[in-house]
């Protein structure tokens, strides 16, 4: 089997570039190790889409990320039918004595060309987010930011990217590339070899083995994980806008993040780790999470809390890596995509699709691109005459499975014929099991429906993919 | 939109005992909202006996108790029972709407009984550290799965916390040949029943330790162990005294949260602390018309105090419908 461009990893990055590589006359394959895209990275994102401020414009993810921001506001949560919530952010200090960082990171955001930027003070904070404690004094407030499903998106690139003749093998590791003499690469995967001409290295915490394996050992990835805990989506309006502290050295700090499904998230922590599969979250992550918290909002009570996470962020260094490798001709990596990675995606494709062309690549456009993605229907996110209409059309959208969230049994099928195979998928997809009470009353219920759909017995469903099988026997 | 006299919330021993006593009481037309496919609610994977002792004078599983009630809901031609129907919105003013296979239905009733249930406090509501693998289940799921379905969750399970679920599933899951580990509850005593502590527990061998926590959650894809930590009077881990456990399933027996999501939209006084309303009296909450009972209102200790107690909240509802 032979490719024009295998892409390693169908996270946000690499979905993005899938997808914009399906607009031209290319045969393209991705790669997954997981069960499902979105289920590496990408799964713990905040969601943010952020404006591009707290960026050195000195920086090559500061005009990814403020492009990036421009692409999907303008153009992809509308064509591709996501749900993207320009809600701003504000950036608060606690000590009038900040204020000239404040002033830097303006002018900094403004020379990223970051629009709308305005200090605000505590008067102005007092009427617009009544909730903020009294230590916070002024803050920057940041008007392109919003918030979109992190996994939502990922989910219609890739479908996008299908749609448009791309193809996608999942639970399929790369074990091994060879270079091939006159040009190219043999990719070992999943126990078959693919030729390819060019090689995308968009594999999140793995970037550093692929492009080693590939013969380009030139960074390092280092883990640095996040715990992010979720709060009931009853506290929904208990902040208007993404509320971020002064950034540290790190990382952007514990922020009170708004979601695009409603409930409000807190967190992340920011350690390094050696472990790139160190998901567990800690005491101590939750303390920190919660008193950083509390200082911009004073009435977060833990009883709120109704989930908890663990990410890893892929760190190779202070930048994203996104380079053509001279020692590998014809490997691109787009590696170190920490954040604003998520924001970032759509313009780190066009920058990928750009470098691929350089190096001989021919982008020659499709006569017919499917540039639209259908809307799926989500009763959560609709009125309810629209799910009156939705109903009457085919009855099994009144016929509900989730009752914290909201999700019909219709829904549920809709996920699995858009290529969801495991619970969490169909989590991701629909937020059936999201809510408070963690699937208690839905869970066999969409087993079932699963069974039905995918043909499978009832012990080889899974959570996330082999290994996790959810029911070990069935009773004679 | 379609009047009603009354409408009640919750098919299961609470929503059957109030519509059965509303009509006695002189109500002439009674909507009983199911969101499952019967009536009986969770009584239905309740298959272990001690039902009914109190109300009936006889010994009943779950199933039984329900089908008791049931039969004679379905009898009774001034209940209308309507199944798969899941309310969405409640008004003050007590407008319903409610989705089933089909159809949006809207109705305004004269009164209201909200016998919603209650649902179970998850691992991430104690905030047990550690990974998020396949195999942990609040233990209700967990007997939802055993009872009604006939799967097996795993082979070697731990249970946190000595409710009566907890305590019911950890003999479950013996009688079915899964290796239950040991039952780990924090506080000095079980919130469950002696019987239970006796006849779960006792009888098949299995160990229960008080004042111990589960300090983390281990496994990437499936559960593989848990850490268990002594703790002193103060909940403080004890240095020194952890242990592990191996498992590959935790069920979660940490108490029951009445629900009460239609009642808050409504606009009604509520606890934020037991997630009931704040009412004066039993069944009472600060909306005119509008009830709650069985666990909606506190969580119960038995069915039998469940169906006395909303039996009162069906006769309120007549009297506040002015009859008798």
Partial sequence: ?476 | MRDRELVIVGGGPAGMAAALAARAAGAQDVLLLERDQHLGGILNQCIHPGFGLHHFKEELTGPEYADRFARQVAEDPGIEVSLRSFVVKLTKDREISFLRPGALEEVKARAVILATGCRERTREMIAIPGSRPAGVYPAGLAQKIVNMEGWIPGREAVIVGSGDIGLIMARRMALEGVSVKAVVEIQKTSRGLVRNVVQCLEDFGIPLYFQHRISMIHGRDRVEKVSVVKVDDEFRDIPASGFELSCDTVLISVGLIPENELLEMAGAEMDRKTNGPVAPEVNLTSLPGIFACGNAFKVYDLADSVTRDSELAGRAAARYLGLK
């Fill in chain 1, 1 to 476: 089997m032979s490719y024009d461009v295998v892409i390693v990893g169908a996270g946000v990055t690499g979905a993005a570039i899938a997808r914009e590589l399906s607009r031209y006359r290319l045969k393209l394959l991705v790669l997954e190790k997981e069960a499902e895209p979105a289920f590496g990275v990408s799964k713990s994102n905040s969601g943010i889409i952020h404006a591009g401020t707290q960026n050195s414009p000195a920086s090559l993810k500061g005009w990814l990320c403020v492009e990036g921001n421009r692409l999907l506001r303008e153009e992809l949560a509308e064509d591709l039918g996501l749900n993207l919530v320009q809600c701003g952010q504000l950036i608060v200090i606690f000590d009038e004595a900040d204020l000239p960082e404040l002033d830097r990171i303006k002018a900094e955001g403004e020379a990223l060309g970051v629009k709308g930027l305005q200090l605000v003070d505590r008067a102005w904070l007092d009427a617009n987010e009544p909730n903020l404690g009294p230590e916070v004094k002024a803050a920057l407030l940041v008007p392109s930011a919003g918030i979109i499903s992190p996994y939502r998106f990922v989910y219609a690139l890739v479908e996008n990217a299908l749609k448009n003749g791309a193809e996608l093998k999942t639970s399929c590791r790369v074990t091994g590339v060879t270079r091939i003499e006159k040009g190219g690469f043999y990719v070992e995967a999943g126990g078959q070899v693919y030729a390819t001409r060019f090689l995308v290295n968009a594999a999140g915490l793995r970037a550093d083995e692929i492009s080693a394996l590939a013969g380009a050992p030139t960074f390092r990835i280092t883990p640095r994980k996040g715990e992010e805990y979720l709060l009931d989506r009853k506290r929904e309006h208990i902040a208007n806008r993404i509320i971020f502290p002064l950034p540290s050295k790190t990382s952007k700090g514990i922020l009170i993040i708004k979601t695009s499904d409603g409930n409000p998230m807190i967190g992340p922590t920011a350690h390094d780790t050696e472990d790139k599969e160190d998901l567990a979250t800690t005491d101590a992550g939750l303390a920190e999470v919660l008193a950083g918290a509390r200082r911009m909002i004073p009435s977060f009570e833990k009883s709120d809390i109704i989930a908890y996470f663990a990410g890893l962020r892929p760190v190779a260094g202070k930048d994203f890596v996104i380079r053509h490798e001279d020692s590998a001709p014809g490997l691109v990596n787009a590696a170190g995509i920490q954040s604003p990675g998520l924001t970032s995606a759509p313009a780190i494709a066009v920058m990928v699709a750009d470098i691929l062309k350089k190096h001989g690549l021919e982008l020659r456009p499709k006569e017919q691109f499917h540039r639209l993605r259908p809307r799926p229907a989500h009763l959560f996110q609709i009125p309810l005459e629209e799910s009156r209409r939705l109903i009457e059309k085919n009855p099994a959208y009144g016929d509900i499975v989730c009752r914290c969230e909201l999700v019909s049994a219709q829904e549920v099928r809709d996920a699995i014929k858009r290529g969801a195979v495991t619970l969490d998928g169909v989590k991701f997809r629909t937020r059936a099991q999201a809510g408070r009470c963690h699937g208690g009353f839905c869970t066999t219920r969409i087993l079932k429906i699963m069974q039905e759909e995918l043909g499978f017995p009832v012990t080889a469903l899974t959570k996330r993919g082999p290994g996790s099988e959810l029911i070990k026997d069935e009773r004679k």
